[in-house]
Structure formats: structure tokens, C-alpha cells
């Protein structure tokens, strides 16, 4: 488990003030934030390389603010592997190992043996990460730090390799903090995320919690959010004609109207009315010919204006009533629904799916 | 290098022109420059090189005196060495307040003039001093001994030792230590296992850069002890009370006993380049 | 670190010191006053021998002042000095050594055809308040209290500086004097070669700072350097030209540096000669200072500063120039 308490640090042009969260003993904690929040310093600081100048670290029930690196059973993996150069793969995974064993062990998961008696500057980057990590794993740390252990690596090693420490965590269980710039993956492994912004923790929780009620519109665009909107929300009453079906009683004690520009739709929440910002995920828009019985509250037309291919899902973004509105769909329901930029489509989301911050 | 620079097209010819003729000028000063330095070396090698080497068996003067001046900048390189490291390791790691002035008063010997550095250490270990006079009762003389020798050589070429120490730790990523510390070492067990191995090679050069500048002192020394002789001592020695003629032979030789560090150094990088 | 780095980081302030002292002296040589009269200013390059050097800045400052004349002085031991001239090939306008023998023997006839010896000097053994026994020794113990083993005695190099084998000498006749058998080596003992300083400025230096206790070196310099100092009997110190052939009985083998070839060397009276080498820059002001240390007036102010002037300069060799003709009256 990890535990901080208005811990601050400093190491060169990068602060830490009044940084506290929770990382459940065995669980994986998630770190996001724009460059330069410090997300590395906050690592270092956790593994003691960096000393805390106030607040209390706590690993696994143990108060270690004071305790040095080598005594607070820790691994960690850097971005970029820092393989002692002077060593071999395995004397590199040996270093700190518990035991020879282990340390064979992790080169065999790794799937570094056969790299074994190589010099460290042969090997490629995904190859280094590799062993970096089963350098770190072959001491059985009980916290492992993580920082964008991925992000050096083509897509396809970063699969591999992310995989490969998953699996060894299920095992082992140990309590891990992950620095990452993909939000998509924090929210596959994560218990726990932790936005960071200019040494500060500005939000806490759930990873699918932050990524769908960030707490503000910054951290919502730095979270991915393609369609985070200004403009102001007034609750509405259960007079006003175009309400639809669902739960009526319950909704409309909710029920908030939301304007932005020319557009205006439906939103949950207890909100002082006023200006504010609306927030929602473009996974969460649909697309359609035709407007749907269904339980979404916000249907609306509008005209394709533009349509970016990325992976498997594309991003489409209609125009309506002069506000640009982002929808994940999948490559396939492109083709199936013939969309192209100019065509007219209804844009389709659920009131539940508009979070207000 | 081409003597007329190619002209791009649409490039005014003046500009190419000019271009040529800068690289003559550049080409022009670089030789110059290096047969200032070499001219004289050499010029002296060929002069006196045979004379001086085949006499160096009858000649027990200057082979003593060499043995001397190699066995001193040695003493005076392990205690640099020493001494050295630990300070050199602090300024490359620690940002401390007050550290780039004490990196320049490290650097202070290197700018002061030679007999006057002599002068300094005579005022602060001579045997009239309080601390001289605790070196004296303890059996160790400063002016006219191996231990005068050493302080001198220290003195001057210990700053040259430290920089470049400072800088062959500076090129390691101190993260290299951090992963280290987390996979169980302690600070001095990372500095030993680690550290120490990645800056080995620039430590070596920079103890043979202090090596090579410690046989060359010459102000420092004769302040602090005129007999026994080192090499530079023994030279000009040589040259006021035989003259030239006598001199040659001995310069030559002393001459070729400089280039070793050089060669030294040379065989390193080399080494270096090899991948070990 | 990169030999580039390096040279950078030295770079600056090296430049520094250069530029510094490079505009210092352009100052000082701006700031002389330029004389009033039509006549150029003299500059005279002058080689003193490291003995005088002291006690003859008052009289060249002196000379300086009134005379405007620019006075460029070098000092060290007689053969450095005359090595300048020999191999190096800088001449200098005047030239005052502590040997009259090395014109002879070095410079002449190339360089000089004359010399004029011109002051006398005496070995003594100089030491100071802070130095052992200070208080106990006397003309009468001397050569007891300086071998005594905590005592450190210092001398100069004799194959370089004449006070050098004169020390040797000295010691010779002070065996025969006492009628000590062994008194010599014992001396050269006890002021071994790790005391030995190329000039005689050098032990002064060491005596001064207290790293030595005794030194053997010339009078005047133990005076002008404020030194106390054990007068030495007549016969042995080398002082008087009359006992020159009592002085000639002792010999002394000097080694030859770089070979294994010794020099014998035997006593002489202590002189100071001077000379005007034939290719001096500037040989008249060179004659023109000459004629003003050999004045009257410069006499009586180096015999105030521990010189012991001759009343007449005696002249060797030939063509020497008219003003010393005249200086020795006759």
C-alpha cells in the first residue's frame, strides 16, 4: 500500500506541495497530468531518491519519509531502462536480485535468456525496457513505481511488454504506481488515479470516475475529453415541453438544461445555476440516420464536418447548431452508415453522459 | 577542402568567393598554429634527441632526476586522486550554495603565477609556522625534500585533476545511482558498483592529465627544495652552468619522457573507442 | 573532461590575467615623466649579481630619479648572468658579477675586454634572531654550533654561484686554521645538498622565512638583509687581498653538471668587477652609469648599504674606457 500525507519536495525546477492520496495495499494507482506537474518528482520522491521535505510516505504500513531508497523495498522503472552499461543483461537483473532463482525466473518470463550474456547496448528499446522491469521485479519489491515504462516502445512491443507486467502483477500482487500519458490504458488497469498539475493532486478516484467527471474543464482536455463546452446551466421543471421519457419524477429533481452557443441539452446534476462547463465523452456519442426511441435525452441533427480515422475507432465531428460535437464510432458503423464529411446524422447522447464541472 | 566553394544556384559569386577564402584564412591559422607548438618540440628532439638518449646510460645525474620526478607526480597523483574524487563527486552532484565558489577557489592555483603558489605553501608549511613547525617535529621537511616536491605538484595540478573528475561524474546520469539505491545499495555501495566503473576511463585521464602537468612544474618546486633535482629543475640547471650545448641533450630527453601521459591518454581513447 | 571544454572553461580567465597585467604595464610605461630637455632618455639594461641586487636598488632608483633614465635590471648568479650573454645572446649595457674570474674564463674575448673590480666582500655565517642557538654562537664556536644535529645550515650551488665554492674554500682554510683534521667534509655535512639554493638570494630567502637556521653567504648581503652574522677570522674569510696567497692554498674540486668531469677551483680574495660588454645596445649609457656608481657620492651611499667599495676600481684586460681612467686616477 501507499500512502501520502501532504508530502512536498522539491528537486530542481520541479515541486511537490501538499501531495495526498491512497493506493489500496495490491492495487495499481495511476498517475496523469500535463509535463511538468511532476509526476517523475513524485515517483523519485516515493522511492526516496528525492527527499520529502514535509508530510509523511507510507509503504505497506511502514512510515518511511526518513528511510533511504535501499530500505524502503521499492523497484523502479524509469522511462528509458538506465541498464547499468557496464554490466550484462543478467548481472544487470542480478544486481539487486532476492535470489539467483528469482532472478532467473524474471529473465525467463521476460523472455530475455536468450539476451542474457549480452552487453546492454545491443539490445533494442523494447528489449532494455524488458529488462529493466525484471531487474526491478527480480528483487519481489512490494511497491513498484512505474514511469511511462511504456511510452519508448513501438505499439506493438508496448502490448507485449504491458501485458507481461500485468500478468506478473496478478501473481505477485504488489502495489503499483504507474506514471502514464495513455488514459486509456490507466483506465484498463487502474484502482486508483491520480491527476497531478503543477505539483498539486487537483482530482483523485476511480479511474473511470476522473475520466468521466474530471473535476474541471482543464482536466478534462488534458484527459482526452474532445468536447468539453462553455456556456450556462438553469434546472429545469417538469413544465417544459419537450421532456421525454425515462424516470420522470427522478429525472426532472435533476434535470438541468445546459446552453451552449445556439445548442441546449439535457444534463444531470445539482447545479448552481450560472455559467459552467459541460463535459462529454466522445465514446459516448452515437450516431445514427434517424433520430431513436430511446432513453437518450439529447438527440440532434447535424452535418458531418469532418471524419479522422485512428485505429479502430474514428473520430467524427458534426456540426450542430453551430457547436461541434465529437463522436467515437467504430470504422465499421462509418461504412455501414455511409458517412461522409456533409452528410446529415443525428447525434445522439444520453442526459446521463453530460457531466458539468 | 575546396579551393573555390561550389556555388549554389542563384548564389551571388562574391558570397562563394568569399566563402573559399575563408576556409584559406581558417586553414592558413590552423597551420600556423600547430607549427608554432610543434617546431619547437621537434626542433629540440632532433637536435638533442640521440645525443641525450644514448648518453642516458652514463648520464646517473638525469636518469636519478627522472626517477624522481616520475616517483614524485606519482605520490602527488594518488594523494590528488584521493583528495580529489570525493570533492570532484560533491561539485558534480551536490547543488550546494556556495558551490561555484568553491569550485573557483579550487581552480586558484591554476591562475596563480608559479613561484608565487611556491611562496604560499613555504608561508603555510614552512617550519617556522605553526602547522610547518607540527610537519617539522613529525619528520616532515618541506623545502629541500620529496615531501616539498609533492606539496608543490599537489598544489598546482591537483585544481586540473578535479575539474576534469568533476566532469567525467557529471556525464553519468545520476539516475543510473538512484536505480541502484532502489535495488538495495546503499549511497557509497552505488558509488562503488556503479559510479566509480562508468566514470573509471575519464578518471584515468584526468589523473593522467595531473600526472603530465606534475612533471612539468618547475616555479612551485625550486621555491620549496632545489636539491633533490626533478626533471625541470635539472634542465634549466643544466643550461645556466653548461649552457646549451649541455643542455640539449638532457632537454631532448626530458622532452620525449613528457610524451608519455600524451601517449598514454592517446592509448585510452583509443581504447575507448573500441568499445573496451 | 573534452580537451575543448577544458580550454574553454580556462579560457576566460586567463584572458582576464593577460588582458590585466598587459594594460598595467601599458600604464606604468605611459605614466613615467617624459624629461624636460631635448636629449632621449636613457635606458640602460643592466645583470647584477644576486648578491648586489639589494643593496645597489636604492642607488639605481636614485640615479633614476634624477637622471630620468630608465634602468632595466636582471639579477642572479654569476654564471646565469653570464650564460644570458653567452648562449642566449642578450647583451646588457652594464654588467656587475660577484666573480671577477668568470670575465675571464666566459666572456672575454668575445663579449668583454675589460673589467674593473671595483668592491671587496667577505664569507661570514649569517643567521637571525629565530634561528637555534642564536644566542649561544660566537666566532669562537661556530663551526661546532652549525654541526650540531637539530641546527639546519644552508649555502649555495657552487657549480653556479661563486659564494657557492667560496663556502667550500672557506671551509677548507677554516680545517687548516683551527687545525681541525676533518673539519671540512664535517661542515659540508652538515649543510647538505637539500639546504643548497642556485643563488644567494635563495638562502636568504629561506633563512628569512625560517626555514634555515645558518647560512653561509657574503656579508653584504647578511647586512642588507638585516641579518646578524658571525665575523669569521681573516684567514679564512676570503676578505683580504693581502693573504691572497695564504687564500690560494686551498682547492677545491667543483663538479661539472651533466658529466662526472670536476673543475679545481682555489682561493681567491672575494671581488666584485664590473664591465661594458663590446656590443652593448646601449654602451654610453651604459659608461654614463658606471661613472655614476663609481662617483664619490655612490660610493659613500653603497658603503651606507653594506658594499665595501674599493677606493680605486682596478682595472684587467684592455681598452677600458675613459671614464675609468679617470675613476682610477691615473
Redesign the interface.
Known sequence: MIRLANVAARAGAFALADVSFEVPAGGYGIVVGPAGAGKTTLL?TI???VRATSGRIVLCGNDVTHA???A?H???V?QHA?L???LTVRQNVD??AASRDLADDMITRFGVDALAGRPVDSLSGGERQLVAIA??LA?RPRVLLLDEPFSALDPRTRNIVRRLVRTVYYEQRFTALQVTHDFGEAGLLGDVAIVLDRGHVVQTGDPEDVFRRPKSPYIADFLGAENVFAGSARPIRAEEPDWVEGDPDGFMEHAVAFTTGALTFYALGDVVPGPTHAVIRAEEVSLSAEPSHSSMQNQFRGRIIEIVPNGALSRVTIDVSGTPIVAAVTARSVRELRLVVGSDVVAGFKATAVHLC | MPLAAERAPGMPASSAAARGAGAIVVALAASVFLLFIVAPVAGLVASGGWRGLAGLGADRELRASLVLTAFTATVATVLGVIGGTPVAYLLARRAFRGRALVAAIIDLPLVIPHPVAGIALLLVLGRATPFGAALYAAGLRVTGSITGIVCAMLFVSAPLYVSAAREAFARIDSRYESVARTLGDDAWRAFRRVTLPLAGRGLTAAAIVMWGRAISEFGAIVILTYNPKVASVLSYDRFTSTGLSGAVPAAAVLVLFALLPLVALRALRMDERQGR | MSRSAFVRSKVAPITVGVAVAAAVAAVHACSRPSPSGAAARDTVVVFVAASLAKPLQPVFAAYSARTHAVIQAESGASVVLARRITELHRIPDLILLADPEVFPELLMPRHVTWYAQFARNRMVVAYTANSRYAAEIAPANWMDVVRRPDVQVGRTDPAIAPAGYRTLIMFQLAQRFYHRPGLADSLLASAPERNVRPDASGTAALLAAGELDYIYDYQSVAESNGFQFVALPREIDLGDPSLASEYATAQVRVRRPGSDTTVAIAGQPIRYALSIPENAPHAAAGRRLMSDLLSPAAVRELRAEHVDMLDHPIVAGSNPPAELRDATGG
Open positions: 523519485e522511492a526516496g531518491v533511504p531508497p535501499e524502503r521499492i523497484g523502479m524509469y538506465f547499468f552499461p557496464h544486481y539487486g531487474r526491478a528483487r
